[in-house]
């Protein structure tokens, strides 16, 4: 039994450190560039700490959509999970309101990729599910 207790716990201890690397290796500018109904795009994520900001960008610096948040790391599984919660959005950082709403994406980080599995969590009629590879950003 004791045993058992110290392996669940050192699993534990490892699942909490890992956690704890992804969230420092996370932090900075991401971006990746889509096409939806033939206009191009770009989405551009910055984490800091354990918060966010999220902008839908149309041709060079058009915003059409700004989220910020809080976000968590947890595992389930095999999977690595990020939950953006507690998010307020708009059209612009001066033109926000909360949002009844958390986002939960399955993830995968490479050297400077970012892989995340958004929108399969629950059903939004005007958010379909997608697969996004996003890039770090240079400094």
Same mark, same amino acid.
């Not at 095999?78 to 001066?94: A, L, M, R």
């Given at each position: 039994?004791?045993?058992?207790?110290?392996?669940? /716990? @050192?699993?534990?201890?490892?699942?909490? /450190?890992?956690?704890?690397?992804?969230?420092?290796?996370?932090?900075?500018?991401?971006?990746?560039?889509?096409?939806?109904?033939?206009?191009?795009?770009?989405?551009?994520?910055?984490?800091?700490?354990?918060?966010?900001?999220?902008?839908?960008?149309?041709? /060079?610096?058009?915003?059409?959509?700004?989220?910020?948040?809080?976000?968590?790391?947890? +595992?389930?599984?095999?999977?690595?999970?990020?939950?953006?919660?507690? @998010?307020?959005?708009? /059209?612009?950082?001066?033109?926000?309101?909360?949002?009844?709403?958390?986002?939960?994406? @399955?993830?995968?980080?490479?050297?400077?990729?970012?892989?995340?599995?958004?929108?399969?969590?629950?059903?939004?009629?005007?958010? +379909?599910?997608?697969?996004?590879?996003?890039? +770090?950003?240079?400094?």
């Amino acid at each position: 039994m004791k045993r058992l207790i110290a392996l669940a /716990t @050192i699993t534990t201890l490892f699942a909490l /450190t890992a956690l704890a690397d992804d969230l420092a290796k996370l932090e900075g500018k991401w971006s990746v560039k889509k096409t939806r109904d033939g206009a191009s795009y770009t989405q551009t994520i910055e984490i800091k700490k354990d918060t966010f900001k999220f902008k839908v960008i149309r041709g /060079t610096d058009e915003v059409a959509i700004y989220a910020e948040g809080k976000l968590k790391l947890e +595992k389930s599984g095999p999977f690595n999970v990020i939950k953006f919660v507690d @998010i307020k959005g708009g /059209t612009s950082e001066s033109d926000i309101s909360p949002i009844d709403d958390d986002h939960v994406s @399955i993830y995968v980080l490479g050297e400077n990729t970012w892989t995340v599995a958004a929108n399969f969590d629950k059903d939004r009629d005007d958010q +379909k599910p997608s697969l996004d590879a996003y890039v +770090k950003a240079t400094k």
